[in-house]
């Protein structure tokens, strides 16, 4: 995965958390939104994406809202396949011949 790939599925997460919190308050309209998020998931990133059907749990809407599921989910997989840190700011090396001018 590159990392613009990366940082493109990293904002539809997080467009999926605005949704559940602002969208998600309406009763059914909350489950059918946690079950589309979870397929989305599913499809952006694999079976760590399941880990979203956990706000089904929720029936009451109320507090599932207020927890970043999905953005969770994408920083886990950004920080566990190295996309953040040193060795993702240093990509190119320094020239040598440039340091003396």
């Not at 990392?3 to 969208?23: M, P």
């Amino acid at each position: 995965m590159s990392r613009y790939g990366y940082f493109l599925r990293l904002a539809f997460s997080v467009i999926i958390d605005i949704f559940d919190f602002t969208l998600g308050r309406v009763p059914l309209f909350g489950t059918v939104t946690d079950g589309v998020g979870t397929a989305v998931m599913f499809a952006m990133w694999g079976p760590i994406g399941l880990v979203n059907i956990l706000e089904m749990i929720d029936v009451t809407e109320v507090f599932d809202g207020f927890i970043p599921t999905s953005t969770m989910v994408a920083l886990y997989v950004g920080w566990k396949n190295g996309m953040f840190g040193k060795s993702s700011t240093n990509v190119t090396p320094r020239d040598s011949a440039a340091l003396g001018e």
